[in-house]
């Protein structure tokens, strides 16, 4: 039994003429309507299709019409998305925003904040170290209980000496000796812009690069 596709590769290129191609290369309904039409008329008299054969072909060709209209709905919501993540990047240009990070960016004035996530009390030592790798500053603050537990550098070396603006570097440890652990540290950074990029929504932090918007924890 010839069925549609067996009649689409044996009649269908003398059967669709140029204006056809020019116009689209995949069937519509008319065009597989057209197609059963002439699969009718070909089909072998002595072993005549099923119904449910054509039940079968009808089923299949709604089903690929639906997953190609679920398709084009789909790229909808995905621009509209993408524009809703713009506009949300967009409205915290200028703000300050805490995200994971082993770096912080120290301006010519002010200081820098950050936090840690500390599993117990504690003692946490914060280290912050140059762009060499050498530690400039070392600061202790006390954790009374696990939980979150802020940090202020004022841009200062051990000896109170201001350090020159830049990027620097901080790790930060909680406990002694064989009980010391280490702690991912979140730092405060100004938002200076945003970038769409294939993979969604980056921002722009001064001194510290690009991170997505998915990194931001808080914002002030």
């Known amino acids: 039994m010839t069925s549609i596709s067996d009649f689409v590769s044996t009649y269908g290129a003398s059967s669709t003429g140029t ?14 309507l057209r197609l059963m039409t002439e ?4 089909q072998d008299p002595l072993n005549p299709m099923e119904n449910s054969e054509f039940l ?11 997953i190609q209209g679920l398709q084009t709905s789909m790229d909808g919501f995905k621009g509209s998305l993408a524009t809703d ?13 805490l995200v994971p990070s082993a770096k912080m960016a120290l301006g010519a004035e ?4 950050g936090v840690v996530a500390a599993p117990d009390a504690g003692t946490v030592t914060f280290d912050i170290t140059d762009a060499n790798g050498q530690s400039v ?3 202790t603050v006390q954790a009374e209980k696990a939980g979150e537990v802020a940090f202020e550098w004022d841009g200062k070396d051990a000896s109170g000496n201001r350090l020159a603006a830049g990027t620097y570097g901080v790790t930060a440890t909680i406990g002694s000796g064989e009980t010391k652990n280490d702690l991912s ?7 200076d812009s945003v970038t769409v990029g294939s993979d969604g929504v980056f921002l722009d932090l ?3 690069g690009t991170a997505p918007l998915d990194y931001v924890l808080r914002i002030r």
């Open 206 to 208: 001064a001194g510290l």
């Open 56 to 66: 079968g072909q009808l089923a299949q060709f709604s089903t690929v019409q639906g």
């Open 137 to 139: 500053r070392k600061i």
């Open 185 to 191: 540290t979140y730092v405060e950074s100004r938002v």
């Open 85 to 97: 993540q713009m506009l949300r990047g967009a409205s915290l240009v200028g703000r300050s925003v």
């Open 110 to 113: 002010g200081s820098v904040n």
């Open 39 to 42: 699969q009718l008329q070909h």
């Open 19 to 32: 204006d056809t191609t020019k116009k689209s290369d995949s069937l519509g309904q008319a065009d597989f």
